[in-house]
C-alpha cells in the first residue's frame, strides 16, 4: 500500500531557504530527530543541541502560549553565538486539552481513545535567535487532524508497536499512525514537527 503521509520539501522553498540562511551556521535546540530530518531534508545540516527544561509549565491557559512558551525556554537553553538557533515544540489540542507524550502504555490508549473518531488541532511553535541578537522572534502554525474511529484491538496493536511514545498525541503521522488519520487539513510538516514554510516566512521578517 502506498504512504499516504511522504516527507517533501518544494525545491523553489528549499532555494530560498539557502538564500535566506546564506553561510549563516545553524543550531537546532532540540532532541527530535524528525526535526534535524525535515532540515537536512531542506538542505540544513543543523548542530544539535538537546535542551534541558521541564515541559510543565503551569498558569499558561491558551494551547498556543504554552508551545510557544517552551519553544522560548528550548531556546533559552541554548548558548548565544553567530548562529541562527531554532527551538520549537509540538503540541496536540483537543477540547482545549494539552495532550502530551504518553507516560506509559496505558496513557497511550487512553489518549488513543480519546482521539478516535475526532478531529483534533496540532501546533509546532518556532523560536528563534539571529545571531548574537537578544531578540527571540516566535510563531505558530496550526493544522488539523481527523481520526478514524478506531477499535480496541487497532488501538492496542499500535501501542505494542511502542511508536506512540514519544510523540505527542501518542502518534507519528509519517509512520504506522498514518492507519489511524482519516483526514488532514494543512501542512504535514507542522503535524511532524517541523513546519519549515513557517520557518521561511520567519526567515523573510528577520532578514527584513
Same mark, same amino acid.
Given at each position: 500500500?502506498? *504512504? *499516504?503521509?511522504?516527507?517533501?520539501?518544494d525545491? /523553489?522553498?528549499?532555494?530560498e531557504?539557502?538564500r +535566506?540562511?546564506?553561510?549563516q551556521?545553524?543550531?537546532?535546540?532540540?532532541g527530535?530527530?524528525?526535526?534535524?530530518?525535515?532540515l537536512?531534508?531542506a @538542505?540544513?545540516?543543523?548542530? &544539535?543541541?538537546?535542551? !534541558?527544561?521541564?515541559?510543565?509549565?503551569?498558569?499558561?491557559?491558551?494551547? *498556543?502560549?504554552?508551545?510557544?512558551?517552551?519553544?522560548?525556554?528550548?531556546?533559552?537553553?541554548?548558548?548565544?553565538?553567530?548562529?541562527?538557533?531554532?527551538?520549537?515544540?509540538?503540541i496536540?489540542?483537543?477540547? /482545549?486539552?494539552?495532550?502530551?507524550?504518553?507516560?506509559?502504555?496505558?496513557?497511550?490508549?487512553?489518549? =488513543?481513545? $480519546?482521539?478516535?473518531?475526532?478531529r483534533?488541532? #496540532?501546533?509546532?511553535?518556532?523560536?528563534?535567535?539571529?545571531?548574537? !541578537?537578544d %531578540?527571540?522572534?516566535? /510563531?505558530?502554525?496550526?493544522?488539523y487532524?481527523? $481520526?478514524?474511529?478506531?477499535?480496541?484491538? /487497532?488501538?492496542?496493536?499500535? &501501542?505494542?508497536?511502542?511508536?506512540p511514545m514519544? %510523540?505527542?498525541?501518542?502518534?507519528?503521522?509519517? @509512520?504506522? @499512525?498514518?492507519?489511524? #488519520?482519516?483526514?488532514?487539513? @494543512?501542512?504535514?510538516?507542522? #503535524?511532524?514537527? $517541523?513546519?519549515?514554510? +513557517? $520557518?521561511?516566512?520567519? =526567515?523573510?521578517?528577520?532578514r527584513?
Amino acid at each position: 500500500m502506498a *504512504r *499516504r503521509f511522504t516527507l517533501h520539501i518544494d525545491e /523553489d522553498l528549499k532555494v530560498e531557504l539557502h538564500r +535566506l540562511i546564506g553561510n549563516q551556521r545553524v543550531t537546532l535546540a532540540s532532541g527530535s530527530p524528525r526535526r534535524k530530518q525535515i532540515l537536512k531534508l531542506a @538542505g540544513i545540516d543543523a548542530k &544539535v543541541i538537546v535542551p !534541558s527544561i521541564r515541559e510543565d509549565l503551569n498558569g499558561i491557559e491558551s494551547p *498556543r502560549d504554552y508551545a510557544i512558551a517552551l519553544a522560548e525556554q528550548k531556546l533559552g537553553s541554548a548558548p548565544v553565538d553567530d548562529s541562527l538557533t531554532i527551538a520549537a515544540d509540538t503540541i496536540v489540542v483537543l477540547d /482545549d486539552k494539552i495532550l502530551g507524550k504518553p507516560v506509559d502504555n496505558l496513557d497511550a490508549r487512553r489518549i =488513543l481513545r $480519546f482521539l478516535s473518531g475526532r478531529r483534533h488541532w #496540532v501546533m509546532t511553535a518556532l523560536a528563534v535567535r539571529n545571531g548574537g !541578537s537578544d %531578540k527571540v522572534h516566535t /510563531d505558530g502554525e496550526r493544522s488539523y487532524v481527523t $481520526f478514524n474511529d478506531l477499535k480496541v484491538a /487497532d488501538i492496542k496493536c499500535y &501501542v505494542d508497536s511502542g511508536e506512540p511514545m514519544d %510523540k505527542a498525541g501518542a502518534y507519528g503521522i509519517q @509512520g504506522m @499512525g498514518e492507519l489511524l #488519520v482519516q483526514k488532514l487539513e @494543512g501542512s504535514l510538516l507542522n #503535524v511532524i514537527g $517541523f513546519p519549515i514554510e +513557517l $520557518f521561511v516566512r520567519m =526567515l523573510r521578517e528577520i532578514r527584513g
